[in-house]
């Protein structure tokens, strides 16, 4: 009787633990090996590409929760690429704890990006091949540039991207000091992906004075540096919060050897899918050195304090904050090519500039309010045209109207 019932104890105890390695039906195993990630549909873009985005990787071992959650991240990075009009990703469990993953992508007919810089638009077209450089251009009444980008040199993770701009436009710091600056400049970079939402970038900078005040007519301007770029900010479709955050800084090794230094972040919070929330702080500040100044930091640009800024628009420091609330494609219009989105937009803008920074006051620092419209082509045109008006209030020096095309883009950083 005693030996009967230790045999039925021991039976009991392998049926609740389990004999080792064997698994019992109806068993989950605490994590699966990711065995193999298919991808269809792609014909002109690569799979190194695609890859790239890819959040989840193959051999790689998951809980079943976690995989959910990858795969939600990976969605949402391909879709903020923007290289394709549609995106399916299914999985399937194994008997064996191994998964396979299938991605089914439908790639753009026709992908392009406008890009707004100051007094004129900037136009880049994002190349499909690996091995075609992308390809951009900007013309505007006071600069027109050149743009070109080598992807996956050497097929290594690292592009090079050269950018020729010629500018003109007059320097006015007060009424009696006014003056005409015209220049031409070579921007030659190099970047590189450290970690998949990490991402480093080399420049060099050449800038030849043409016109300008007495220090400056006919003298060149040489700078190097380096520039990073911490990007988070596809989580906002995934746990309803995103950020990224950038930052530089550059020496100058010419006849003004200056030291430039500048950070942003921009913080996102998406409670609906018809609601986005943005918080944006940007500083910059002369560390050390003669800097000229046409290179002195500005805040009257539409795309940073958007309104009629006349004070305090210029220094060695400016602080920006951007308030933010979109409520995105209210309205949808169908077409025979592609969705029309029309969203709109209040904000709030706040900065300062000059040799300190100011406590926050009516004094020394602009405040602008305002709304606007932004009307989306999806799909595969990629569009985005953005038209609105800002106020200023604190300083009283008036409104005005302006247009932004494209998407997101931060001025002077990682992303020219």
């Known amino acids: 009787m005693k030996i009967k019932l230790q045999i039925l104890l021991t039976l009991l105890y392998l049926m609740i633990s389990g004999i080792p390695g064997m698994s019992f039906a109806g068993e989950i195993p605490e994590k699966y090996s990711i065995e193999k990630i298919t991808l269809t549909g792609n ?7 695609i890859r790239s985005y890819l959040s989840v990787k193959e051999k790689m071992k998951v809980s079943a929760g976690d995989l959910e959650f ?3 991240v990976t969605k949402a990075k391909l879709e903020a690429s923007k290289l394709f009009m549609f995106i399916d990703i299914n999985y399937e469990i194994h008997p064996d704890a191994t998964a396979d993953i299938s991605i089914s992508l439908g790639e753009n007919v026709i992908f392009f990006d406008l890009l707004a810089l100051e007094q004129g638009g900037f136009t880049r077209f994002s190349s499909i091949s690996e091995k075609a450089p992308d390809f951009g251009f900007m ?29 003109a436009n007059t320097i006015a710091f007060d009424p009696q000091d006014r003056y005409d600056y015209e220049g031409a400049s070579g921007r030659l970079a190099l970047d590189m992906t450290i970690l998949q939402n990490w991402k480093i970038k080399v420049p060099a900078i050449f800038r030849y004075n043409i016109l300008g005040n007495q220090n400056t007519t006919k003298t060149y301007d040489i700078s190097s540096g380096v520039e990073t770029l911490v990007d988070f900010s596809h989580f ?9 955050m950038y930052g530089g800084i550059y020496q100058g090794i010419s006849m003004f050897p200056y030291t430039l230094a500048n950070a942003g972040i921009n913080f996102y919070i998406k409670p609906f899918a018809w609601e986005e ?5 940007r500083y910059n500040k002369v560390l050390n050195g003669m800097v000229p100044d046409y290179l002195l930091f500005r805040i009257d640009n539409d795309y940073e304090v958007r309104g009629k800024i006349k004070n305090n628009y210029y220094g060695m420091q400016s ?7 979109w409520f995105q494609n209210i309205i949808t219009i169908p077409a ?3 969705n029309i989105n029309f969203s709109f937009l209040i904000f709030a803008d706040l900065g300062t500039a000059g040799n300190t920074i100011q406590q926050i006051e009516k004094g020394q620092w602009n405040l602008s309010a305002g709304g606007a419209m932004k009307v989306e082509f999806n799909a595969p045109i990629n569009l985005s045209i953005q038209t609105g008006y800002g106020q200023e209030l ?3 020096t008036g409104g005005q109207f302006y247009v932004k095309l494209g998407y997101e883009f931060y001025s002077g950083s990682f992303f020219e």
Not at 43 to 49: E, F, M, N
Not at 145 to 159: T, V
């Open 43 to 49: 014909t002109r873009i690569s799979d190194k590409k």
């Open 70 to 72: 990858l795969i939600k």
């Open 139 to 167: 013309v505007g009444p006071t600069a027109q540039a050149l743009y070109l980008r080598f992807p996956n040199l050497f097929e290594m993770p690292l592009n090079l991207a050269t950018t020729i701009t010629h500018y």
């Open 236 to 244: 906002k479709n995934v746990i309803y919060t995103g950020f990224d």
């Open 277 to 281: 929330i943005v918080l944006r702080a």
């Open 319 to 325: 602080l920006v904050l951007n308030f933010e609330n």
């Open 336 to 338: 025979a090519i592609t």
């Open 394 to 396: 604190w300083q009283n």
